[in-house]
């Protein structure tokens, strides 16, 4: 049997799964996580949120500081939180940019970065299952 080659960035993109989805259960709006492998010679995936406060920001950033620090991929540079309009946490193949909304529309990364694609992060929901049978008819 041939030995799997892992796809390059792949433990990257799924930490940056799980940030997005931290991220959302923190309550950040307009999650989008794009995929520069291709694209960018600096980083692999960047991960783009806006949150709602800037203490929200604050705590979203510590949290998936800690995140990354628990899965082994702990962030090289953090950055914003003085001011908590743009947090920028860096962490080498994985750069999360938490905006507030004036700052996410002014600097648009989505369009600058418009030719990355997306990476799918939301869960999938769980169908109800069809029962195997229809119920009887009634007479």
């Given amino acids: 049997m041939a030995k799997r080659i892992p796809i390059r960035g792949e433990p990257t993109r799924k930490l940056a799964v799980e940030m997005a989805r931290l991220a959302h259960d923190n309550r950040c709006e307009d999650i989008v996580l794009l995929d520069l492998r291709d694209r960018s010679p600096v980083t692999d995936f960047f991960l783009i949120a806006t949150g709602t406060s800037d ?66 992060w939301r869960r999938r929901a769980t169908r109800k299952t069809e029962p195997a049978e229809p119920p009887p008819e009634e007479s």
Avoid: C, I, N
């Avoid at 946490?89 to 002014?106: I, M, N, P, Q």
């Fill in 55 to 120: 203490r929200q920001m604050r705590s979203v950033a510590d949290d998936l500081a800690k995140l990354g620090k628990q899965q082994g991929t702990p962030a090289w540079h953090v950055s914003g939180l003085e001011g908590a309009d743009w947090v920028l946490l860096d962490f080498v193949d994985l750069v999360v940019h938490l905006f507030d909304a004036e700052r996410r529309s002014y600097y648009d990364l989505e369009l600058l970065w418009g030719d990355a694609p997306r990476v799918s």
